[in-house]
C-alpha cells in the first residue's frame, strides 16, 4: 500500500519560512517524479514545485520561483520543500503527490499517488 505523508505545515509570519517534508512507503521512491501541489480556499489545486527521479531537475510554479525549493532523498524516500519570504498568498493546503513520467510535471492529472495535505498558513 503505497502512503505519502505530508508534515513540516503550520502558522508562519509573512516573511518567514517553512520546511514540508514528504515521506513515502510501499513505491520505489527512486523510480517516481515528485511533486508539490496546493489549494488556496476558494481556489482550484495548483502546481507548485516538481523534481525529477534522481533529483537533477527542478520545475517551479512562476509564483514561487526564488522563494521555494524542492528537493529529495532517495536513500530516505522523501522529498521537501523549503519555502522562504513567504507571503499570505502562500496560505493553502500543500499535497505531495507521485508519477511515473516527467512529461506534464505541472498538469495534477498524472500523478499517481497523492498524499493527505499539510496546512500552511501565512499571517500578514
Known amino acids: 500500500q503505497v502512503q505519502l505523508v505530508e508534515s513540516g505545515g503550520g502558522l508562519v509570519q509573512a516573511g518567514g519560512s517553512l520546511r514540508l517534508s514528504c515521506a513515502a512507503s510501499?513505491?520505489?521512491?527512486?523510480?517516481?517524479?515528485m511533486g508539490w501541489f496546493r489549494r488556496a480556499p476558494g481556489k482550484e489545486r495548483e502546481f507548485v514545485a516538481a523534481v525529477s527521479w534522481a533529483g537533477s531537475n527542478t520545475y517551479y510554479a512562476d509564483s514561487v520561483k526564488g522563494r521555494f525549493t524542492i528537493s529529495r532523498d532517495n536513500a530516505k524516500n522523501t522529498v521537501y520543500l523549503q519555502m522562504d519570504s513567504l507571503k499570505p498568498e502562500d496560505t493553502a493546503v500543500y499535497f505531495c503527490?507521485?508519477?511515473?513520467?516527467?512529461?506534464?510535471?505541472?498538469?495534477?492529472?498524472?500523478?499517481?499517488?497523492w498524499g493527505q495535505g499539510t496546512q500552511v498558513t501565512v499571517s500578514s
Open positions: 510501499g513505491l520505489t521512491f527512486r523510480t517516481y517524479v
Open positions: 503527490a507521485a508519477r511515473s513520467g516527467l512529461a506534464g510535471y505541472s498538469s495534477d492529472y498524472e500523478y499517481k499517488y
